[in-house]
């Protein structure tokens, strides 16, 4: 099982750019399919992309596409998010998740098993 640190939120206007990274540990990362989650205050934890770890199909959440890009790296063990066009109703703590050999079901929360700390990212009007 991969541990999961987080890390590239801030504070940016909106319009704005951030890249966020997802570093793991562990051999099998590249069997790991990887996602990211976010919540802001007061919300449920929501869906923002995924990448299946067989075919690298990515998936997102319709407030996102478009916008959001997720990307993994299996050499460096880190997958990335990278966040263009930043909204304030893009304000949240992000999450990184992973789930072994996960195919299906990837925008829910409950497939996965591990879980970084968070970053935050706030986006100002």
């Known amino acids: 099982q991969v541990q999961l640190a987080e890390s590239g939120g801030g504070l940016v206007q909106a319009g704005g750019s951030l890249r966020l990274s997802c570093a793991a540990s562990g051999r099998t990362f590249s069997s790991h399919t990887m996602a990211w989650f976010r919540q802001a205050p007061g919300k449920e934890r929501e869906f923002v992309a995924a990448i299946r770890y067989n075919d690298n199909i990515t998936q997102y959440a319709d407030s996102v596409t478009g916008r959001f890009t997720i990307s993994k790296d299996n050499a460096q063990n880190t997958v990335y998010l990278q966040i263009n066009s930043l909204k304030p109703e893009d304000t949240a703590v992000y999450y990184c998740?992973?789930?072994?050999?996960?195919?299906?079901?990837?925008?829910?929360?409950?497939?996965?098993?591990?879980w970084g700390q968070g970053t935050q990212v706030t986006v100002s009007s």
């Open positions: 998740a992973a789930r072994l050999l996960l195919r299906y079901g990837l925008e829910y929360a409950g497939r996965y098993d591990t």
